[in-house]
């Protein structure tokens, strides 16, 4: 006959090899993430500053973050989240243009926010104001890829 303090040690055992499973592949795909989203930010920056020279601050805006949140997209896809192949891809691509689009409601409202308060603020200040924007979108970024390719087998 098993004792009860011995099934309970049993079962507080699994349970937190269950737990310590569970939050590893958040770790590990979030510091994949982590690196990818740096890249991208500063694909995005690089972008945003190019396109700036030659267009307002809003499009240069919607198409900087266009690029590097489909490139981002890709290499998330695989690199973070482990999915290859095409299967799925349209669906995902699409999830991911929705989460694109929080994205830029986010940037796009600081930057608006920003122009109304200012009428010529320096490239520095709608970067900075840019970059607090992108990690808010960020976060928002992570938790929607991770809800769009929840679907799919995600290995760490």
């Known amino acids: 006959m098993v004792d ?3 099934r309970e040690t049993s079962s507080v055992g699994m349970h937190e090899t269950w ?5 590893k592949p958040c770790r590990s795909q979030l510091f994949r993430f982590y690196l990818v989203g740096g890249a991208s930010a500063g694909v995005y920056l690089l972008l945003f500053l190019i396109l700036r020279v030659y267009c307002a601050s809003q499009i240069a805006n919607m198409l900087a973050l266009l690029l590097s949140a489909i490139a ?10 482990g999915i ?6 349209i669906r995902q ?9 929080l994205g830029l409601v986010v940037t796009s409202g600081t930057l608006l926010v920003l122009h109304s308060r200012m009428s010529e603020p320096s490239r520095t200040l709608e970067v900075s104001v ?6 808010i979108a960020t976060i928002v970024r992570f938790l929607g890829l991770r809800r769009v390719f ?5 290995p760490t």
């Open 4 to 6: 009860n303090r011995e």
């Open 19 to 23: 737990r310590t499973r569970a939050r």
């Open 72 to 81: 981002n997209t890709a290499v998330n896809r695989r690199f973070t989240f």
């Open 84 to 89: 290859r192949g095409t299967a799925g891809i």
């Open 93 to 101: 691509y699409l999830q991911g243009l929705v989460v694109f689009a």
């Open 130 to 135: 840019l970059i607090a924007a992108n990690v």
């Open 150 to 154: 929840s679907g799919e087998h995600v």
